[in-house]
């Protein structure tokens, strides 16, 4: 039985629980917000579908104690006003403000449930709030990881297929640090049909500079046409919950915590059932490992400080 969770059914977490349930990924979900008018709306709109689809998904709502035997619960909730607002000021980092609020009515109940499965969020800022979770919750740092970069991975793949004609699927490598604007990709891991492609960038004169500030961009301008982001983070959280469920041991890029320095932060891992099995070093060029430093470092400086603003 695989048992599924979602707190928070704003488009991200409908996006996902559309996903669980058409595609036959979630046997039983639980369907958690504020508005239960909204979550009922969900649960009713899920159901009816389930006569045009080829499996079944058991689906109940707003009961917290349902988490004792979950596998996955997703950390989707937010507030696209307040979001909105914020992006006006110019302050992305001041979402904290309010999510750190969403966590704080939320974790005790996480907490008293005795949910122990494995908990992935995509709440934002992503890196430090997943952090200011796994501390509210108790949960171990194995057990709680965030997308992270996983999605910033993915519109770089995007970006570099479009330069080379290929399929995404064929560009290989990682985007570090912050899902936010310290972020950056590590060129030295990526490779284009299996060919590295800073060799392939000297060959046609490529900026890879230029690369990646459209990579960067690719989620402003999805947010610019929608006013939200739903589809592809709401992939990366699925396919993230897929290793841990089916123990797959596979080797993505998500925010888990870094020892090194202290902080969750976007690097590659090893997922598997217990979640983060393995944080991953990759050797990095000096100037890579410095702008992981520094990314690592601006999360790390961002949290202590809205935090003692917050308080």
């Known amino acids: 039985m695989r048992k599924y969770a ?5 488009h991200v977490g409908a996006a996902v629980a559309f996903q669980l349930v058409s595609r036959g990924i979630a046997d039983e979900l ?4 504020t508005n239960e008018g909204l979550a009922r709306a969900e649960q009713l709109d899920l ?4 006569g045009r689809i080829d ?8 009961d917290y104690s349902e988490l004792a035997d979950t596998d996955i619960l997703f950390i989707t909730a937010g507030n696209i006003l307040a979001y909105k607002e914020k992006q006006a000021q110019g302050n992305r980092w001041a979402e904290f403000e309010y999510t750190k609020d969403i966590v704080q009515d939320i974790a005790p109940k996480v907490k008293a449930s005795g949910f122990h499965g494995v908990a992935i969020d995509t709440m934002n ?7 200011y979770f796994q501390e509210n919750t108790g949960l171990s740092r194995q057990q709680v990881f965030a997308t992270g970069t996983f999605l910033d991975t993915a519109r770089m793949q995007k970006v570099v297929s479009d330069q080379f004609d290929c399929d995404p699927k064929n560009v290989s490598g990682y985007v570090y640090g912050e899902h936010g604007e310290s972020q950056f990709t590590a060129w030295s891991t990526v490779r284009v049909n299996g060919l590295d492609i800073t060799e392939l960038a000297k060959e046609r004169n490529l900026n890879l500079d230029d690369l990646e ?9 999805v947010y610019k046409g929608k006013g939200y982001t739903s589809w592809a983070i709401s992939t990366c959280a699925v396919k993230l919950s897929q290793a841990v469920l089916s123990d797959a041991h596979a080797a993505c890029i998500c925010s888990c915590y870094s020892e090194k320095y202290g902080t ?10 217990n979640g983060i099995e393995e944080v991953l070093t990759l050797p990095l060029t000096t100037e ?3 702008k992981f430093k520094h990314s690592a470092d601006t999360i790390k400086e961002k949290f202590q400080t809205f935090e003692k603003q917050t308080n």
């Open 6 to 10: 979602i707190i928070g059914l704003g």
């Open 30 to 33: 639980i369907l958690i917000d």
């Open 47 to 50: 159901q009816d579908m389930q």
């Open 55 to 62: 499996t079944r998904t058991i689906i109940k709502i707003n």
């Open 125 to 131: 800022p992503c890196d430090a709030i997943t952090q």
């Open 213 to 221: 500030e459209a990579a960067r961009r690719g989620g402003w301008e």
């Open 264 to 273: 969750y932060v976007g690097q590659p891992a090893i997922i598997g059932k």
């Open 288 to 290: 890579e490992e410095a």
